[in-house]
């Protein structure tokens, strides 16, 4: 009896904190390397190649100031569904590597926030959505600055006066 309450307590608590879970990083193969209760741990693990699916909404705020960083060739977010949004006075995803994608959900900035999606390399958009909605004339949805290139791809910008592609830079939308 005493073992079998010890284990319904373990799975409890392993239940409870899978719960907490935010994001996972999901190997080429399709196979589960890690889970993360925070996204920018998440993204911090991930290894080229790999894919950061987000498991639930993720709001950030002053409190967290971080800025997220998709900072892996070929590495991949996997918004799945959900919200990313960024509170704090920072931009909602800075992209920093080569061939990354960004699919399937929506980085929103609050009004004290700069750029939803600044692209610095190489990125494919694919089902999602970016929103600035700032009334700074000089925050954007979408920021491509020399050197960049973004494909969007069934994506939607809001707000499409707040994109800022710098010269050198190109933004295609397919």
């Known amino acids: 009896m005493k073992k079998l309450i010890s284990l319904m307590i373990a799975a409890t608590c392993v239940s409870a904190w899978a719960d907490d879970n935010v994001a996972e990083v999901v190997a080429p193969d399709g196979s589960v390397r890690s889970q ?7 993204l911090n693990d991930a290894q080229p190649g790999d894919t950061v699916r987000m498991l639930k909404n993720v709001t950030l705020t002053a409190q967290d100031n ?6 892996k060739d070929g590495m991949t977010l996997d918004l799945n569904g959900f919200t990313l949004e960024q509170q704090a006075k920072l931009n909602g995803l800075y992209v920093n590597a080569d061939g990354t994608t960004v699919k399937n959900g929506t980085i929103v900035v609050a009004e004290q926030s700069c750029i939803a999606l600044w692209g610095a390399y190489s990125i494919t958009v694919t089902n999602s959505m970016f929103s600035g909605a700032t009334s700074d004339t000089s925050c954007f949805s979408v920021y491509c600055p020399n050197g960049s290139h973004a494909v969007f791809k069934a994506g939607t910008v809001m707000d499409t006066e707040k994109v800022m592609v710098s010269e050198g830079g190109t933004l295609v939308i397919e």
Do not use: K, Q, R, Y
């Open 36 to 42: 993360w209760t925070v996204l920018a741990w998440a």
């Open 66 to 71: 971080v800025m997220l960083w998709l900072g």
